[in-house]
């Protein structure tokens, strides 16, 4: 244990002492002394020196902060973290007050920013800034939320989903960081896979119950891992990893400040897309809100029972036609009605 050596009286070690700051061993040599006037002594003492020394760690006074890359971030984007959690969008997900309209929003950008996230670890898979936390398989959510945009949009949903400009910033910066500085990946996988681990468990609830989606998973594909059969002991894992890059303190620096650009990259995100629906638009066009909802729920069974929808589409022109044939038939009795009533007002006048 690397300590100091403090000179000064007794009555000074036993003030520290009755603090319990300091564990005293007397030796006569150490590697640094203090010199009179010492901040280490109270003021009283500073100028009462002794042969004797206290021997102190030098962690006392001067603490070691943590070198390890995944503390070091979480540490850096607390706040940022907070107040990406205190956006109107969020905090009203929430509390489960998300619409259909808002959920497709969000999935479709999620689409963009994970695409662009995956090309670029996948064109960086083998530098070693990136290759121990390649985890394809557990991790990448590309090929969910093409099935969950799939089950949202139908099966144009290529052409259907909007990309707001926030997005496609988002976008940009992930496509040049792994062209460019493939060492600052690290922060947006850091950033995304994990919190989708943590938190994103608790949004998937909370969208299946406020959205009424199917209990065997349709939509919410994103939020499911199946290749991590224990969240926790994989996030212990991939931290493990993380800490484990070669990166100088520097680096670890950069790296930190790139996890804030991420989550004010994902506010901005989230308030274009609030902006989005405060408009009531989606790619550009009015949404109607209710006919989106039923457009939902039977999206699939549209294709696989096309047949019986068409005797129900005939079916419902049947009544339409009776429904359409009703008015006539009404207005005719009120006619003959009216007609008898004036007769026989005026057979009673005569």
């Known amino acids: 244990m690397e300590s100091v050596s403090l000179p000064c009286s007794g009555h000074c070690l036993e003030s520290w002492c009755s603090l319990g700051l300091i564990h005293i061993s007397r030796e006569r040599s150490a590697p640094f002394s203090a010199t009179p006037g010492s901040p280490f002594c109270p003021r009283e ?19 070691r902060m943590s070198t390890d890359l995944s503390e070091l971030l979480k540490e850096a984007t607390k706040e940022v973290h907070e107040q990406a959690e205190n956006t109107p969008f969020m905090r009203n997900f929430q509390k489960g007050q998300v619409s259909l309209q808002e959920f497709k929003l969000v999935t479709a950008s999620l689409y963009f920013i994970y695409s662009a996230l995956e090309e670029e670890i996948e064109r960086n898979k ?8 390649y985890f394809p398989a557990e991790l990448h959510r590309k090929a969910a939320l093409e099935e969950d945009l799939k089950y949202f949009y139908g099966r144009n949903w290529r052409e259907e989903i909007p990309c707001p400009e926030a997005t496609q910033k988002y976008v940009e910066r992930l496509h040049y960081i792994g062209k460019n500085e493939p060492e600052l990946l690290v922060a947006h996988a850091y950033t995304r896979y994990l919190g989708d681990l943590s938190g994103g468990q608790v949004l998937k609830k909370i969208a299946q119950k406020a959205l009424q989606l199917p209990s065997t998973g349709e939509g919410l594909a994103f939020f499911t891992f199946d290749g ?3 969240a926790t002991k994989f996030k212990q894992l991939y931290r ?13 620096k950069r790296v930190t400040e790139e996890a804030k650009k991420a989550f004010l990259l994902n506010i901005r995100v989230f308030e274009a897309l609030q902006e989005l629906v405060s408009k009531g638009q989606e790619n550009g066009h009015p949404v109607q809100p209710q006919a989106e909802l039923l457009r939902t729920r039977n999206v699939n069974k549209s294709h696989q029972h096309g047949a019986a929808a068409g005797k129900g589409s005939e079916r419902t022109k049947l009544r339409s036609a009776d429904t359409t044939g009703t008015p006539s038939l009404l207005r005719w009795v009120v006619a003959l009605s009216c007609l008898a009533m004036t007769v026989a007002v005026g057979l009673f006048a005569m």
């Open 45 to 63: 003492q500073r100028s009462v020196l002794s042969e004797e020394t206290a021997l102190i760690p030098v962690s006392l006074f001067f603490p």
């Open 126 to 133: 083998n530098n070693p800034v990136y290759a121990p936390l």
């Open 228 to 230: 991590v059969s224990n």
């Open 240 to 252: 493990s990893r993380m800490n484990a890059l070669e990166m100088d303190l520097a680096t670890k």
